[in-house]
């Protein structure tokens, strides 16, 4: 008997609108496992191919796209179909020559295809930072990976994005979260539009501090939290 609360699927309709499905076809979803995203940011590899890619039509034929070394996910193979995959995650599909880059616009996923030497670097943005053992500082990033860095070479902030290699995690360089930068917000009501920093307006107490971004419709006003920084060639 299959289990009530269905711990491993999700039901189509409750789905997260990140995952921007269309709500059709069998009543459940895979459900990612707990990993580098948090299940509402994020998708099963499953579901992604069968549902956003359209590569495969049912579960089995994604365990076979899987299971021939045909997926990888920041450079890494995948075969789980279970892997969650979300914000700013690489797709790369070698035999097909394809690659996207995982983004979000108006609080849904958007696969957004990139060049094969795009996917080799990725943006992770730095949620958190503090000291460990020898004085190292450990940058703690939105995707769950940490990136360790030596006291003296500490010149990053929470907030600022890290242009990593993938796989190997070399630091490529940093986009600092200040004036002018260019900022893409990937939540709330303005998830998917991107501009420049013009003020980051703090508030008293443990309110959310504010920013105003420049678009090229106008200005618009977020929560800092919600901004990644990135640079001209992102897409």
């Known amino acids: 008997m299959a289990n009530k609360s269905n ?26 496992s707990p990993g580098k995203h948090a299940l ?5 590899l499953g579901s992604l191919l069968t549902e956003k890619l359209g590569l495969a039509e049912n579960k089995k034929q994604a365990k076979i796209l899987a299971n021939h070394d045909n997926i ?11 892997q969650p995959v979300g ?30 030497a795009e996917a080799k670097t990725k943006y992770c943005k730095i949620t958190g930072k503090k000291i460990i053992k020898k004085g190292k500082i450990q940058l703690n990033l939105h995707d769950s990976r940490n990136y360790l ?5 500490d010149k990053f902030k929470v907030g600022d994005t890290l242009i990593l290699s993938i796989p190997k995690q070399e630091l490529k360089g940093v986009l600092k979260l200040e004036k002018n930068a260019n900022c893409f917000i990937y939540r709330g009501r303005h998830s998917g ?14 309110k959310e501090s504010d920013a105003k971004i420049k678009t090229k419709d106008g200005e618009i006003i977020t929560l800092k939290s919600y901004l990644f920084v990135i640079d001209d060639k992102f897409k």
């Open 7 to 32: 711990k491993k699927h999700l039901k189509r309709g409750a789905s997260s609108v990140f995952h921007g499905l269309v709500r059709k076809g069998s009543k459940w979803l895979k459900k990612p």
């Open 40 to 44: 509402k940011e994020s998708i099963s």
């Open 72 to 82: 990888l996910i920041d450079g890494a193979i995948v075969k789980d179909l279970k």
């Open 87 to 116: 914000l700013m995650d690489v797709l790369s599909i070698p035999k097909l020559g394809k690659n996207y880059r995982v983004t979000a616009n108006k609080g849904t996923i958007k696969l957004v295809e990139i060049t094969a």
């Open 149 to 153: 860095i030596e006291k003296e070479e």
């Open 193 to 206: 539009e991107t501009g420049k920093l013009e003020e980051i307006q703090e508030k008293a107490g443990s």
